[in-house]
Structure formats: C-alpha cells, structure tokens
C-alpha cells in the first residue's frame, strides 16, 4: 500500500487553492453519538461538502457494520459530492484524519486514492490558526460528460484483509496483527461485541499516539511514527494487519505507517464487528 507524493496538505496549500475547481474540499467530521452534519451546518471550510462516510461508503446490505461499499455506491457518491475523475478530493475531519483516513482507504479498495489527500491537522489545526470558515454550502455540479469512473482491473482488494488472513497471520513470524484500539477495548474490559478481547496474540498500538492529539492533531513526524511501530517489534518488511472496532481507526494507523515508509499493511475491514461476534474465532483478554 502507498499513497501519492504530498498526500498530506498543509493548512497553507489548502488556505491558497480554496477555489481551485479542480479540488473538492469534503468534510468528514463523524461521532457515533453527535450528528456532525449540524457542525458542518454551524461553520466549515469554505467550499467545503459534508459527507458522512459511515451512511455514504458501507455497505448496507452487509451483515457485519461498516463494511466497505461496493464499487457502484463509491462511485454514486463521489458523483453526489462534485468529485469525478479529473477531480482532487481533499478530506479533514476533527479527529486528526481518523475519518478521513477511511474514506481514503474506501477509495484506495476501488483504485481511487490516488485522487485523495487529507487535511493534516483537519479542522482543529485549521481553526486554531484563524482561517476562514463559512456556513455556505457551494453549489455542486459536474462538467458535462465527468463521472467518477471505477475500473474493475485498477482495483486493490490487498488493502483489506478478512478474518482467514487475520487467522493466517498469528502463526507468520514475519507477520504482526495491531491492534490499535482503546486498551480497554484490547483487554476486553469494554465490550463492544458480543465478546470482548482481542485477536490472540496482537499487538497493541494505540492509534492517536500518531498524532499530536492533544495540540494541532497533526501526525507526528514519519521517524517518530517508525521509532512507535519498531518498539513494538514492526520492522519496516513486516507484514502487518491492523484493526479496531470497525475497520476506521485501523485505516489511520495503517495510513500512519505507510506515511512512515511501510508498504506491507493491510486492514481488517471486518475488525473486532466482526471477529467479536463470531463464536468460531479464537479471542484473548487480560492484560
């Protein structure tokens, strides 16, 4: 998995092209227990398209929660915002990139990520630094004859991993399976699932300890990111699979790590939704 040259954009480059047509800023702000589309209402980027990824880009059909949406859906809301193929989307959200990083990786599934950069810092770095916001949504249209085109043989199923590879994985000593939930949620005092614990064996890496979350929440420096990953025995060859609760932590944290120089990553798109709920895989707790 890689990401394009200046895949992150500083509040600078996007402060000098807010009306670069060929740019569509999209707001991901997310909470599970806040409609962010009020905040968005309340005051965002200008020119910026709100957008929630959890509604947009899972699949509904799916049994397991947040699965990642099929090729047609993608390409119907990409369509929706204003993004086609000549089109540069660049994401932010509150969190650092946390929901960001999974609209990026839904597009990376389809062989679109290309055309995505993320908001380093999002809007907590853009608003403490003073820059415009606006409550006016833009007009969203698409030139004649533009569409968001999918192509079938540009798709990347090896950026997700399911539960077999997950399985296949703790018995490969070049392989690590991270965990980068919440330690409570590693040890299976939270319970998110019908059992709580993790994958035998993982890993544990925080997730937020990628960003400076508690200033700007932007990423830490790509050597720092590698120092985090290397004391936790993640070399930059081995094969890692991450996970969280519905496969959207674990796509920053793998966008973390490629950001750092790492290629072999993969997430679990199914995470603990799934491997919690499912009576025939193996699950540890404590600490």
């Not at 389809?110 to 820059?131: F, M, S, Y």
């Not at 399985?167 to 399976?177: E, G």
């Amino acid at each position: 998995m890689q990401v394009p040259a200046g895949f992150l954009v500083s509040t600078e480059w996007l402060a000098e092209r807010l009306d670069d047509p060929s740019i569509r800023i999209v707001d991901c702000r997310y909470a599970f227990d806040h409609d962010c589309r009020e905040d968005y209402d309340a005051g965002h980027i200008p020119n910026a398209v709100y957008l929630n990824w959890e509604q947009a880009l899972s699949d509904p059909n799916h049994p397991v929660a947040f699965m990642c949406a099929p090729a047609e859906q993608v390409a119907a809301t990409m369509e929706r915002i204003g993004v086609h193929d000549g089109t540069t989307l660049v994401a932010y959200d509150q969190e650092g990139g946390h929901f960001a990083a999974r609209v990026w990786i839904v597009l990376a599934r389809h062989g679109k990520g290309d055309q995505v950069r993320i908001l380093n810092g999002g809007w907590t770095a853009w608003t403490q630094e003073g820059r415009p916001t606006t409550t006016e949504e833009p007009a969203i249209s698409l030139p004649e004859g533009a569409h968001f085109t999918i192509h079938v043989d540009a798709a990347q199923p090896d950026v997700f991993a399911d539960a077999y590879d997950v399985l296949a994985a703790r018995t490969d000593p070049n392989a690590v399976v991270l965990d980068v939930r919440r330690y409570s949620e590693y040890t299976g005092e939270e319970v998110r699932a019908a059992r709580g614990g993790r994958v035998p064996g993982a890993t544990w890496l925080f997730w937020q300890g990628n960003l400076n979350w508690d200033g700007d929440r932007r990423f830490i420096d790509p050597q720092a990111i590698a120092a985090r990953a290397a004391a936790a025995g993640i070399g930059p060859d081995t094969q890692v699979i991450t996970y969280c609760q519905g496969g959207v932590r674990a796509a920053h944290a793998a966008l973390a790590l490629v950001l750092a120089g790492h290629t072999n990553v993969r997430v679990y798109d199914g995470s603990w939704a799934e491997w919690g709920n499912r009576p025939d895989l193996p699950i540890e707790t404590g600490e």
